[in-house]
């Protein structure tokens, strides 16, 4: 019989200073069993993993939960059908079976099943290619483990029935199509969910602590020296092993303990276009081949958006942009399929991420030839590193993660629990559903608005009407972002960790994303809310919204 999991205790997922505080001390203070470095979604499971083990775990991120690649995906959770067509069955079934635990236990407020179109060109032999590689996607699904909340089968469209699903596609872009089902994310409030339940679970998180050198016993890492970039400090952190989960940096990471790297990672520019909803008329999103990879047009709350590029990148790990040819290629590609074509005056926003791909064997290899499986490897006795994968597969990358560290280190903990461990958010959220009207009417915020705040914080839901009710200004909707509360604002502070104005507006409401001129129009408002709770003076919100207007 499985041991059953304890509730979570709501005020133990609560991010703030004050927390933040606390786990910094927490982790300086004894030997962890486990470090964790890295606060994107594959560090951030690795922590919650690891804690519902029993284990004691802190987790450091240098900047902002999700502020790299995991705040930058295609927002999509998906088996990776074009790996199928390559073969690759293993790693497909392994992605549909967490498509199904996260549409269906894990994260069922966050995670949403999406219809797609495969526009057909070629009469007679596509359509029965394309069916027998669906069917096998779809099957996987359903048998393979993630179909407890399974997503319809696919559905054969003719011409005139896909036009009418989507009537922006041109007539002669399709002489037919299969609509087939994955699942959108939003990925940030994905990670940022995990660092919470991880915290409830007893990690102790600390965002905006670099790790600087690593502490050594002989020739063993025993952990690392952090630094706060609040306040400058530096903190010695024991533990008996350390797990680095940082993407990109994976090689810079571990060059700060050897010469000799074990995992070489290939970083691999993705590029999206976001353009607003009524562009393009339709529901579906739309999935089509291109001659280097695939370009999908997915709708985004009342956006769209349109990737991906797969480029190799060498600039800056921290900051990567859309260049001209990225948005060039990326229209092109749209408008061979659209009715009416996209321009650049279309295009609200940009945003680039980067992959972190196992480097090839060969030097030179395209990127898009690389593995998307993911690596652990022993850096050095102590220290391990994780490399490689996808959003979807976090929580078999953190499982892995966590058994090779617990056999490295002798550790004693039990089995990963994650596959049946709701997120912060998701256990009440379908009773919830369920009361949309009556909250709507009760709290005058209305059924739309309210099924737009469930879609956000799930069963938090009360917290948010909590902060309405005590202040109906915070009921009204942000300036430049109508799509949100000002309530949402004050959240993102007194429970979601933001400590700036990038926090909020870019990664708890992604605004950024949403909004011309990166979300600008929000700001001044926006400030004027997080300020007070983060205990600026006029000079450091002032501070705030430079640092936000230049990127940071």
């Not at 699903?165 to 872009?173: N, V």
């Not at 025993?222 to 024991?238: K, W």
């Not at 948005?327 to 399929?337: C, F, K, S, T």
């Not at 074509?341 to 030097?363: F, K, M, N, Q, S």
């Amino acid at each position: 019989m499985r041991e059953p999991i304890p509730a979570l205790d709501p005020a133990a997922t609560v991010l703030d200073r004050a927390s933040r505080a606390r786990a910094l001390a927490g982790i300086a203070e004894g030997e962890l069993d486990l470090l964790v470095v890295g606060g994107g979604v594959t560090g951030a499971g690795i922590a919650l993993d690891a804690a519902s083990r029993g284990l004691r775990v802190g987790v450091v991120e240098a900047r902002d939960w999700a502020s790299g690649t995991s705040a930058a995906s295609s927002k999509l959770v998906h088996g990776g059908l074009r790996y199928l067509y390559r073969l690759d069955v293993k790693l497909v079934a392994e992605a549909l079976r967490e498509r199904g635990l996260l549409l269906d236990v894990t994260a069922p407020h966050l995670v949403k099943a999406q219809p797609f179109l495969w526009p057909l060109l070629q009469p007679w032999v596509e359509r029965p290619y394309t069916a027998a590689g669906i069917g096998v996607y779809d099957a996987l699904a359903q048998f393979g483990g993630g179909g407890r909340n399974a997503v319809p089968n696919q559905q054969h469209l003719g011409r005139r029935q896909a036009l009418a699903a989507m009537p922006s596609l041109r007539d002669d872009a399709l002489i037919g199509a299969v609509r087939f089902y994955d699942a959108r994310v939003d990925d940030a409030r994905l990670v940022l969910a995990l660092v919470r339940t991880a915290q409830g679970h007893g990690a102790m998180p600390v965002s905006r602590a670099r790790v600087e050198s690593f502490v050594r016993d002989g020739e063993r890492v025993a952990g690392a020296v952090i630094v706060d970039a609040l306040t400058g400090e530096r903190h010695e952190v024991r533990a008996k092993h350390v797990i680095g989960a940082v993407g990109v940096w994976t090689e810079e990471l571990q060059r700060l303990a050897t010469d000799s790297p074990k995992l070489r990672v290939l970083a691999s520019k993705g590029v999206h276009l976001v353009v607003p909803r009524d562009r393009i008329a339709g529901h579906d999103g739309v999935f089509v081949r291109t001659e280097k990879s695939v370009l999908f047009i997915i709708p985004w709350r009342d956006h769209w958006l349109i990737g991906t590029t797969d480029t190799p990148y060498e600039g800056d790990l921290a900051h990567p942009v859309a260049d001209d040819d990225d948005v060039d290629y990326l229209l092109e590609r749209a408008n061979a399929v659209l009715r009416e074509p996209l321009g650049r005056g279309d295009v609200i926003a940009t945003y680039a991420g980067l992959r972190p791909l196992l480097r090839p064997v060969a030097d030179g290899a395209a990127s898009t030839k690389v593995s998307r499986e993911h690596t652990v490897a022993e850096v050095v006795p102590g220290l391990s590193a994780i490399a490689g994968g996808k959003l979807t597969t976090y929580r078999v990358m953190a499982e892995d993660a966590v058994d090779f560290a617990i056999e490295r280190a002798g550790l004693v903990g039990r089995a990963s629990v994650t596959a049946r461990l709701p997120l912060v958010g998701a256990a009440g959220y379908r009773g919830w559903q369920g009361a949309v009207d009556a909250v709507g009417s009760a709290t005058g915020l209305g059924a739309d608005r309210v099924q737009r705040l469930l879609d956000r914080y799930g069963d938090e839901l009360p917290r948010l009407i909590e902060l309405v009710s005590a202040d109906r200004s915070l009921a009204e909707p942000l300036a430049g972002a109508p799509e949100h509360l000002r309530a949402e604002v004050a959240y993102a502070v007194t429970h979601e960790g933001a400590l700036d104005l990038g926090d909020v507006l870019r990664r708890r409401l992604r605004v950024s994303i949403e909004q011309p001129a990166g979300g600008a129009g929000a700001l001044d408002e926006a400030a004027a809310i997080a300020g007070p709770l983060l205990g600026w003076d006029a000079a450091e919100t002032e501070a705030a919204k430079a640092r936000f207007l230049a990127g940071d």
